[in-house]
């Protein structure tokens, strides 16, 4: 996922401010410990920040003292086993900024993990992290590499560089509450995560379902494996889990109109956008722009109606590419608004923006429409389902 953090600077800017105080009432049902909102701020790489809040809060789920965790790290050692690839590939491999769950488990397993104030992964002058011009200098170097007739044997050295430059030397050990670790030794041992024990699935029918597949989505460069389930089971897995005190991580399409970021809900109106009468533009606060995405914004101010999805509707979205591999977020607990619909409360990675600081609320049926795939812990999908997958 690769969402672009300017979306919700311009969401902030078009909605008027008197809007932005306006809330659905919610009443969380469940609402798990978690570790703060981080801000990914100009870089697409929401698929690091999703992973690294899970794993803190698996930290408290498990008992321990949570570490705020280096996302730079991982993203660091993704984007060189990207360059490999796309070298190998002679340029024909997918190259940016983005990715999905299973590169973080890879990278956790490949490399370990690290604390964020041991690699904060910043050397340039910013108030967060920028990746446009680390972007474009990386993807111009791979490229003029693939032009050459014969590829020298040093451009992996030029090429660390260049992170070098933008994000930092890595340390090969560090101190943690007064002891020297390595990242590996630090994740398995204070942070004690495994990655083998946590699975991605997703659900779409041009695949059986209780068998795994390759999500074919741009940002699986590493061409990552998905268990298949219908959506009926989707939506138990992340109940189940939730209930038992796992946080779940989630992939999903936030270009809906029904993502307002002002008004802190996802949800799926069952009016059309653009098919809005006078009294639905009075709840959902309707605001049709100019700008050269077209992009049209629901301020959501009250519950609203909803399409129910079906597994049909969502599959069309996913073959029409009108639902994409857009942004990753962590699923923390759940939620009823006044009429009594089902929420997920969502930790973003945007900053504390937005009525909720951060968090914001998906109805079940955006949860049902659009979502791309989650990451789970096995121990938190239910008996029966795990059985049909043979986990």
């Not at 800017?13 to 105080?21: E, F, G, K, N, R």
Request: charged share 25%; proline share 4%.
């Amino acid at each position: 996922m690769r969402h672009n953090i300017l979306l919700a600077a311009l969401f902030a800017v078009l909605v008027p401010a008197s809007l932005t105080a306006q809330k659905y009432d919610f009443k969380d049902k469940i609402r798990l410990k978690t570790t703060g909102v981080e801000d990914q701020n100009v870089s697409g790489t929401c698929w690091c920040f999703s992973f690294t809040s899970f794993i803190e809060t698996e930290m408290i789920r498990k008992g321990l003292s949570p570490i705020n965790l280096s996302e730079m790290y991982i993203v660091r050692n993704c984007y060189v086993e990207k360059a490999d690839r796309y070298v190998r590939d002679e340029g024909k491999s997918y190259f940016t900024d983005g990715g999905l769950f299973h590169d973080v488990a890879w990278a956790a397993s490949e490399f370990g993990l690290m604390p964020q104030n041991d690699y904060k992964g910043i050397e340039y002058a910013a108030n967060g992290h920028d990746h446009t011009e680390l972007q474009s200098v990386l993807s111009d170097f791979l490229k003029s590499i693939c032009k050459q007739k014969t590829v020298s044997s040093v451009w992996r050295n030029a090429y660390a560089g260049i992170l070098d430059a933008y994000l930092g030397k890595v340390p090969e050990k560090f101190m943690c509450n007064g002891k020297t670790y390595t990242p590996k030794s630090f994740m398995s041992q204070v942070v004690q995560f495994e990655p083998s024990d946590y699975v991605s699935i997703t659900s779409f029918t041009h695949h059986p379902f209780y068998s795994q597949f390759i999500l074919e989505v741009p940002d699986n460069w590493m061409h990552g494996a998905y268990y298949n389930v219908p959506v009926d089971e989707l939506e138990s897995i992340v109940d189940n889990a939730l209930t038992k005190g796992y946080s779940v991580i989630w992939g999903a399409d936030v270009s809906e109109p029904g993502f307002s970021l002002s008004g802190g809900v996802m949800v799926v109106p069952e009016t059309d956008l653009g098919k809005v009468t006078a009294e639905e533009a009075a709840a959902l606060s309707y605001v049709d722009t100019d700008d050269e995405d077209e992009m049209n914004v629901y301020v959501a101010t009250k519950p609203v109606t909803e399409k129910s999805i079906t597994q049909q509707m969502r599959q069309a979205a996913f073959d029409s590419h009108e639902t994409t591999d857009d942004h990753s977020m962590l699923i923390v607990g759940t939620a009823t608004d006044s009429k009594g619909g089902d929420y997920y409360l969502v930790k973003n990675s945007w900053g504390e923006i937005g009525p909720y600081k951060g968090y914001q609320y998906a109805s079940k049926n955006y949860f049902r429409y659009k979502t791309l795939d989650i990451m789970v812990h096995k121990d938190a999908i239910p008996q029966a389902i795990r059985q049909k997958l043979k986990l």
